[in-house]
């Protein structure tokens, strides 16, 4: 292994990739204009220092409860950001909240189409976890705390900035940076933690979230929401051998139908899930969902007076959200004897959907990518994703995540970024968000 800095040969071998990686496109130049050209040669200019950008980053542990590194992760950005002629701000969070805020970049002008350029500050990795710095695994691959989820992206935003500051490409265009302090676990109440973002946002054409890859030539048109369902279930306490009769079926039968039910009936929808994560019954139950916990204590000889469940709900779009909870109330209603149910639901992050727009935004990837001699991007499976940020925004601008750096092992030990590939992403970001500018 190799930690950046520590030998010469390191940055030799990347400068070799570069000048690799560039003969390659420059061999389908006829296809991008002039300036795409010289964006790209910029983006080789500048590709060991925003290396060093990454680097510095990563080494920054900026768990979402490390209120402190995540604003040194934002101090580090902005200025770079400021430097390219952003105005910078920091969006704070109340006390009460516990989270370090958002760091908002933002130029204005009158000319082309609003762009908002989405990234976040913080990673899953807090400071009581193994340490994990930025290095060089091999020549494809580098390891760090948060470096494909999401550092790497944060960086390619910054380095297209860059490139297009230089050559004047940004003068009189509307382009906010937006980067969450908490998008690995947002706070609450959401209203104020997403309230100045989906406010700003409102006012773009366009938003572009620099997550990580899914794959190369993948793109996300659609991501699905999710949101949460606790199950509390009653029944009639009494002795064992009075079970499916007098006393009934127990509070533990009737959760357990209701949660099969729920499989059954909903399972073959697509795109949709709904898992039970915590299942808890007996003579005596405590359960605290906010903790995501609970205890419970019985005999196999009482039949259990009260069952809790707690699950989520992910789906494509707010109107299968809507029949799926119907669906659910429904199953719920049709109580076996002896027993009675409720089931309440808790909003969390909304989907989304694909939408005409942000599959036109795809188009004009794909074109550029394949202009760039890079092949087609097609949008990927929304399934494979989870909920992010740009969720919150989705009803009011067309957009695409999957923008940012590719790798392996995301929110894990050891998780990665491919190497040889961030390089590329970057340029066709780059050209990307010059076409939509023009």
């Known amino acids: 292994m190799l930690k950046l800095g520590t030998k010469s040969s390191f940055m030799k071998k990347f400068l070799l990739l570069i000048v690799i990686c560039f003969s390659f496109l420059m061999s389908h130049a006829q296809s991008l204009q002039p300036i795409e050209q010289k964006l790209i040669k910029k983006i080789e200019e500048h590709y060991p220092a925003m290396m060093e950008l990454l680097k510095n980053s990563v080494n920054i542990n900026s768990g979402t409860f490390n209120i402190n590194g995540v604003k040194a992760v934002g101090q580090l950005y902005s200025k770079e950001l400021e430097k390219l002629g952003f105005n910078i701000e920091w969006i704070n969070m109340p006390d009460s909240i516990k989270r370090a805020g958002h760091l908002v970049a933002t130029r204005k002008g009158n000319k082309g189409k609003k762009i908002l350029l989405l990234g976040h500050l913080d990673t899953v990795f807090e400071p009581d976890m193994p340490g994990n710095p930025f290095t060089v695994l091999n020549d494809s691959t580098i390891t760090g705390q948060g470096i494909n989820d999401m550092k790497g992206g944060d960086v390619i935003i910054i380095a297209a900035m860059k490139a297009m500051n230089e050559l004047n490409l940004l003068n009189n265009a509307t382009i906010t940076i937006y980067m969450t302090g908490d998008e690995e676990n947002a706070g609450e109440p959401r209203s104020i933690t997403r309230g100045d973002f989906i406010e700003r946002a409102k006012q773009h054409d366009i938003v572009l979230a620099f997550e990580g890859a899914a794959g190369f030539n993948t793109i996300a048109t659609a991501r699905r929401g999710a949101s949460s369902w606790e199950l509390t279930v009653e029944g ?181 970024l491919n190497s040889k590939q961030f390089p590329v992403l970057m340029k066709r970001a780059t050209v990307f968000i010059y076409r939509l500018l023009n």
């Open 236 to 416: 009639k306490q009494g002795h064992s051998s009075g079970v499916f009769g007098a006393a009934g079926y127990g509070a533990i039968y009737e959760a357990a139908r209701i949660v099969n039910s729920f499989r059954e009936t909903l399972s073959k929808e697509p795109y949709l899930t709904f898992n039970p994560g915590i299942f808890i019954g007996g003579s005596e139950v405590n359960a605290n969902f906010e903790q995501q916990r609970g205890e419970a204590s019985g005999k196999t000889n009482i039949i259990s007076p009260k069952t809790f469940v707690n699950g989520d709900l992910r789906f494509l779009t707010e109107a299968q959200k809507i029949n799926a909870r119907n669906a659910m109330r429904k199953i719920v209603s049709e109580s076996l004897p002896g027993a009675k149910a409720t089931i309440s639901f808790q909003d969390g992050i909304p989907s989304m959907a694909p939408t005409k727009g942000n599959e036109a935004l795809a188009n004009i990837l794909s074109k550029t990518s394949e202009d760039m001699g890079l092949g087609k991007v097609v949008p990927g499976n929304p399934g494979s994703r989870g909920a992010g940020d740009i969720s919150y925004v989705a009803a009011y601008a067309d957009c695409l995540d999957g923008l940012g750096a590719s790798g392996r092992g995301a929110h894990a030990p050891g998780e990665t």
